[in-house]
């Protein structure tokens, strides 16, 4: 090989290195709870920006703080916490404001949602999806069903088999409904009596589960009932019309999910781009029809499909929103719930 030929060569190597260099992709790195994110609205924001977008998977909220807490709000360009949650990271400097004039579909969020405690302003998070937390269960052969919390705290009450929510303020929540406490309490003989019952209920049980795990495990008649999400209970039960979903009558929880910017991001820029791509009413509603869960998107509710809105199941009518209680921020006072769930867990 001559002189001249092994430097053409090397030039035409430096040229496809530099080829590839500009032809690289914007990354996005997506962390979500599972059954939440429609693949086909990744692969139009993909198409549309011109860029790779990476989605990883929780089942818990437990799982997902632990993972920002070892390092991921420097990893993940958007996360999705939920009310409980959202005011533990601002306090702890891992989301960063949202750029707002970046976002300008947030215009298309009810005000309902728009203002909430946990996120006054929708500073820290736009507002994703919200539902409620029941119970998931297999419908008796013989008889009815008592819609009781007794279901998982009494003995005499509880099905066959069951799961507990692995998640601590909803599952320490649904303990102080029972007792008749208010699940934001503070009071700490109301929480240690809490305690005390979920550790009873735990010994009868089949153990903790997420929401998704779980009633999947009832759908596979693994277990009789479980604690889990309205929506998650309601493709289960479009699969198996002899699984059942409800509210006790004790009452039960809220919950709202909302699109975070952790405050390390690696592309804070391409996160604003895919919340606001997301807040778009049509993009908000195929997601929300296709989990079949409620959207806090105002704009978007002309595209939901009729039977999701009246469903009582992904919108409970007005009669058991009163009865459903939404998880706040305790502040300082979340290391005695820190406390008593380890101490749940561990015994």
């Known amino acids: 090989m001559t002189k001249n030929m092994k430097h053409t060569i090397l030039l035409s190597l430096i040229a496809l290195v530099f080829a590839g260099c500009a ?42 703080m632990a993972k920002m807490f070892a390092g991921g709000d420097s990893i993940y360009d958007v996360v999705f916490p939920e009310n409980p ?19 300008p579909n947030l215009k298309n969020i009810d005000p309902f949602f728009a203002n909430q405690s946990f996120n006054p302003g929708m500073d820290y998070g736009a507002p994703y999806h919200w539902g409620s937390t029941g119970i998931y269960m297999r419908k008796p052969k013989i008889g009815s069903v008592e819609k009781t919390l007794g279901l998982l705290f009494d003995p005499d009450k509880q099905p066959a088999s069951f799961l507990l ?16 406490h208010d699940i934001n309490t503070t009071n700490p ?13 735990k010994k009868r049980s089949t153990g903790f589960e997420g929401a998704v795990l779980a009633s999947n495990r009832v759908l596979s008649k693994e277990v009789n009932a479980g604690v889990t999400f309205g929506p998650v209970a309601a493709r289960r039960m479009a699969t198996d019309p002899e699984t059942m979903y409800f509210f006790p009558k004790e009452g039960s929880l809220l919950w709202q999910d909302v699109m975070s910017i952790p405050s390390k991001a690696p592309n804070p820029e391409m996160a604003a781009a895919f919340i606001n791509f997301f807040l778009d009413a049509e993009i908000g509603a195929r997601n929300a029809n296709t989990w079949q869960v409620a959207t806090p998107n105002k704009a978007a509710m002309e595209y939901i499909d009729s039977a999701m809105l009246n469903s009582p199941v992904v919108y409970p009518p007005a009669e058991e929103m009163k009865r459903l209680k939404l998880v706040e921020d305790v ?7 820190d406390e008593l769930w380890s101490k749940i867990k561990s015994n």
């Open 165 to 180: 929510l692995d998640d601590m303020r909803q599952t320490i929540g649904m303990a102080l409904l029972y007792l008749g």
């Open 331 to 337: 502040g300082e006072h979340t290391k005695l719930f």
């Open 85 to 103: 949650s959202l005011p533990i990271l601002v306090s702890r400097g891992m989301l960063a404001p949202l750029p707002k004039a970046a976002i």
């Open 23 to 64: 032809e690289k992709k914007e990354q996005l790195r997506i962390y979500i709870w599972s059954e939440y994110l429609d693949p086909t609205i990744v692969e139009d924001f993909e198409k549309q920006f011109n860029c790779e977008v990476t989605v990883d998977f929780y089942e818990d909220t437990d799982t997902m």
């Open 189 to 201: 003989e109301e929480l240690s009596k809490a305690a005390d019952l979920l550790i009873a209920a």
